[in-house]
């Protein structure tokens, strides 16, 4: 099954808070049923421009009562996370997480009961289906 790295935090918006969007600077043709991994590497930036951009849009997208983000040393990493569907690649969308230049538009977000370690890889790259079988199940 393909998947594609993503660093964190912007893998727990996906499964918790809606991220219908992954921007990227390259486009895919790719459409289908996708592995989400959460990249080993997170920066204290990347942690604070993501706290930033989801208070921001809880001004105007309602989050479920409650929630909040992880603390940085919460959030998994170096882990299979679940699936998304890619459903197209846009260079433009009204969704609110759209930053480009490209924008895999994701749906149907499935968070595993458990993460499954894996070490991932640049771009698109094929995890063995044995592997997540029982994660899909």
């Not at 882990?79 to 759209?98: I, M, P, Q």
Request: glycine content about 8%; overall charge neutral.
């Amino acid at each position: 099954m393909k998947a594609l790295s993503v660093r964190q935090p912007w893998p727990w918006c996906i499964f918790h808070v809606g991220k219908d969007i992954e921007n990227r600077s390259w486009r895919t043709r790719f459409r289908g049923r996708l592995l989400i991994h959460a990249s080993k590497g997170m920066t204290r930036d990347e942690y604070e421009d993501c706290l930033a951009t989801v208070h921001a849009l809880g001004m105007t997208v309602p989050f479920p009562a409650g929630l909040t983000m992880p603390a940085p040393e919460e959030l998994e990493r170096g882990v299979l996370l679940g699936t998304v569907e890619v459903v197209d690649c846009v260079k433009a969308s009204l969704s609110l997480w759209f930053s480009g230049p490209y924008g895999f538009v994701l749906r149907d977000p499935r968070l595993f009961d458990r993460p499954i370690a894996f070490t991932g890889a640049r771009g698109l790259f094929d995890v063995p289906d044995d592997l997540v079988r029982e994660a899909l199940a």
